[in-house]
Structures are given as C-alpha cells and as structure tokens.
C-alpha cells in the first residue's frame, strides 16, 4: 500500500502517540455521552472537527442541543469558551473589540483598545445568521487568518481557535444567508435532524429534575493542540488521496458527469480537498485507526461539500438537492 508524505515520519512514534490520544478521546466521548442525548452523528462530525483545527456550522432548528454540545465541548477538552448571541442590530465591534479613549490624572488622553468576545479558544456564534452580512463578515478574518486588525494594528487571536456557529433554517424569517467567502471557511457543515424516540425520552428524563449530569474536563487546551498535530502527521494511503481528488473535482460545473453538466452551478475549491485529508484522519483516530480508508471519505462527502456548492435552477426544477447529487457522487468512488 502506498501511503502519502506523512508516512515519511517516524510510524513507531506515531503509533505511541495515536494510541495515547485515541485513548484520550475515548474519554471525551464518555463526557460527552452523560449530557448529551442522541445526536451521535452532529457529535462525532463536531468532534471531528476540532480534532481537524478547523470550524464547524451547526445548522438545526432551535431545540435541538447545538448550544449544550458546543458548551460541552469547551468544558470537556479545556478550553475557553465564549459566546455571541447574533441579532440584527449586532454591531462588528461587538464582535473584534473597538478602542476607547483614555484620560490620566495628568490630562493626557491615549487610545486603549478593548478586546471583543472573540479572543476565546472556543468561540460559539449562536445564530450567526440572524446577523446582517456586515457584521457576519467580521468573523472572517478571524476564521481564516487568526488574528483581528482594528485601527491598522494586528492583534492574534488565543490558540487554538476555533468557532463552533449555530444556523437556523434559512427558510425562516428573520435570517441572513451567509456569504459564499464566510461559508468556506467552515471545515463542515452538520446538520442536527431530530432526535428518535429513545434518546427524546432520556433527555425528558434527565434534564427536568433536580439533578443533572455535568461533564468534566478530560484534557487541556495543549493537548488538544498536540492532537491535531498528530493528525497532520498521520498517513494517507494513496488511495484515499485519489479518492477525495476524484470526488471534489467531480462536483464541479466542468466535470464529466451527467449531475455536473446537468445540475451543479458552481462547485467546491481545493480547500474542500483540504478539508477531507484533514477530517479523514481526524475520523481515523476517532474510530482508533492509525490511518483513514475510503470509507472515510464517503461518510464525510456531505457535511464538507454541501455547503461549498450550489445547483442550478435545472437541479429545482427537477427537485434535484444538494444531497441527492453528493450521494450520487460519493457511490462513483466504489
């Protein structure tokens, strides 16, 4: 089996250091599990995230656990976690902070800027969407480059960073689609469904009483830095390369394939092949792998791809969806 330049490592090293944090996030599922009912799949592809270092949208109606999940998580892997309830009326320094003025006893005035709740470690947007576009875009520097730049000055945002934003439906009133630029710089988008009847019940169960469960931290912030670097440092078989190659560029108004020619506006950018060698792995070591499959690929086709493309008015007309073509793709990797 051929296997991609990550494997030039040291694999005796990376075995240790995979089995350690296999056992890590193990623990972390536990935590999780006690106050977090159903969902496994929204928590797996969360969790999966942030082991990946990226960002991740949450989009479900109100009600379904998206806050408790991202409160859970910032508890559970150490972090310093901070939220903005997004409104329309929410301003951008709101968000990165703005600059006072200052006085001394002896008159002299100076600026002093004000840090914005941005500068967490994990940082949940709660309805990002209900926020106009402008004030959106605020996050985006952020996201992408790490740091804010307020009055020509560069101020670094804490490490790691991570935003974990809630969306309603677009179809409701009120909301503000996000922007093509700010939606591809979500690792991810996971969708929340409702939950089945076993796990609606534990949660009426268990969250009306006197006595709730709440999860413990299990790591630190740098270990979960050390986490992601081991990730990076995971081989690819050559395989999965080909296969998240085959799959991105075929999603593309220019492949050829009857779904691109016929339905696909405008398709995903290499960051979307990024993206998969990224939460391939971290969904390799989630499972206890030391290195991602095919099959790894096809489970997170969806929720990397659908928000990085758009069908055509052919594909409404036919009540073609954005997850109809992805599966269709993701079966011509077999």
């Known amino acids: 089996m051929n296997f991609t330049a990550a494997s030039k490592i040291d694999p005796d090293a990376v075995i240790r250091a995979a089995d350690q944090a296999a056992s890590d996030i193990n623990l972390i ?12 799949q929204a928590v797996e592809n969360t969790l999966v995230a ?11 109606v109100p009600g379904l656990a998206k806050t408790r999940l991202v409160e859970t998580l910032g ?25 006072v003025m200052d006085q001394d006893s002896d008159g002299r005035r100076s600026f002093r800027y004000i840090k914005g709740p941005v500068f967490a470690q994990l940082l949940m947007a709660d309805e990002i969407n209900r926020a106009s576009p402008r004030t959106q875009s605020a996050l985006l520097q952020a996201m992408q480059e790490y ?35 700010q939606l591809d710089r979500f690792l991810m988008q996971i969708d929340l469904d409702y ?19 709440r999860p413990a931290k299990v790591i630190e912030a740098s270990r979960l830095q050390e986490i992601q670097q081991l990730i990076r440092q995971m081989p690819v078989p050559e395989t999965v390369l080909e296969a998240i190659l085959k799959l991105v560029r075929s999603a593309r108004p220019d492949a050829d394939n009857d779904h691109a020619k016929n339905h696909i ?45 758009a069908l055509n008015f052919a594909a409404r007309a036919d ?16």
């Open 319 to 334: 009540g073609v969806g954005v997850r109809d073509v992805i599966a269709k793709l993701t079966q011509a990797l077999n």
């Open 195 to 213: 939950p089945d009847i076993d796990a609606e019940r534990a949660v009426l169960l268990n969250t009306t009483g006197t006595m709730q469960a």
């Open 265 to 309: 506006s405008w398709g995903p950018g290499p960051r979307a092949g990024q993206a998969l060698m990224l939460c391939t792995r971290a969904r390799a070591l989630y499972e206890g792998r030391l290195a991602p499959s095919v099959d790894d690929v096809k489970a997170l086709a969806e929720p990397v791809l659908q928000h990085r493309m």
């Open 147 to 181: 740091h804010v730049s307020v009055a020509g000055q560069r101020h670094d945002l804490p490490s790691p960073f991570h935003v974990l934003a809630t969306q309603n439906p677009l179809e409701q009133e009120g909301t503000y689609p996000l922007p093509e630029a």
């Open 75 to 99: 508890t559970v892997l150490g972090l310093d976690e901070k939220r903005i309830q997004f409104t329309p009326d929410l301003m951008p320094s709101d968000i990165i902070g703005s600059e």
């Open 50 to 60: 942030l082991l990946a270092g990226g960002h991740a949208l949450l989009v479900g």
């Open 29 to 40: 599922r536990q935590q999780i599990g006690q106050v977090i009912y159903g969902q496994e």
